[in-house]
């Protein structure tokens, strides 16, 4: 399942440089983004998401909408590192 960032959201930016996958970026300057496309909860690179353990507000969490395997989350991040 990849993560959305919820409105909360400080933008303080710490989880940018946390992912491995770039999956995350700025909207328009007020809070950031997820792509869900990108996003692998880490699988492949760590053991659990790091966006999560270094954000302070607690404002990313699973996204509903996108829910996957961890066989496929790993099949992701193969295909984005391959």
């Not at 959305?4 to 400080?10: F, G, H, K, L, R």
């Not at 998401?49 to 607690?58: D, I, R, T």
Request: charge should be negative; hydrophobic fraction near 30%.
């Amino acid at each position: 399942m990849a993560l959305m960032i919820q409105e909360d959201c400080t933008a303080c930016d710490v989880c940018v440089l946390e992912c491995p996958n770039d999956a995350i970026s700025e909207n328009d300057g007020v809070l950031y983004v997820i792509d869900a496309d990108n996003c692998t909860e880490c699988v492949g690179a760590h053991d659990e998401p790091q966006c999560q353990l270094v954000c302070p507000a607690e404002c990313i969490v699973p996204d509903p909408n996108h829910q996957e395997s961890p066989e496929a989350l790993q099949e992701k991040y193969d295909r984005l590192h391959g």
